[in-house]
């Protein structure tokens, strides 16, 4: 995790199959497909990444992602920071 004074960058290691659930936040947020592939869920479309792939999640979207059947490592960027992320490392 590297964290600025507005954002913050976290890379993300998750097991294959490993689903996480629709959710929201304050925060606008970028994903990079560094490796795998990844089904996520945006506002009710379905989007199948890999690797290269950058998305853009808004503030407040209904978002969530399913990996599919190998890790996938992500780089997410947030802004402004993620405060629930900060106080649990």
């Known amino acids: 995790m590297v964290v600025g004074q507005n954002l913050m960058i976290c890379r993300f290691r998750f097991e294959a199959n490993l689903e996480t ?3 929201r936040h304050p925060h606008e ?18 989007r199948i990444c890999a690797p290269g792939d950058v998305l853009q999640f808004p503030a407040n979207c209904l ?11 992500l780089i997410d960027i947030f802004t402004p920071l993620r405060e629930d992320f900060l106080a649990n490392t």
């Open 21 to 23: 659930p629709q959710h």
């Open 63 to 73: 978002h969530g992602a399913t990996m599919m059947d190998e890790e996938v490592v």
């Open 29 to 46: 947020q970028m994903s990079i497909v560094v490796s795998g592939r990844v089904r996520f869920f945006i506002e009710g479309e379905e």
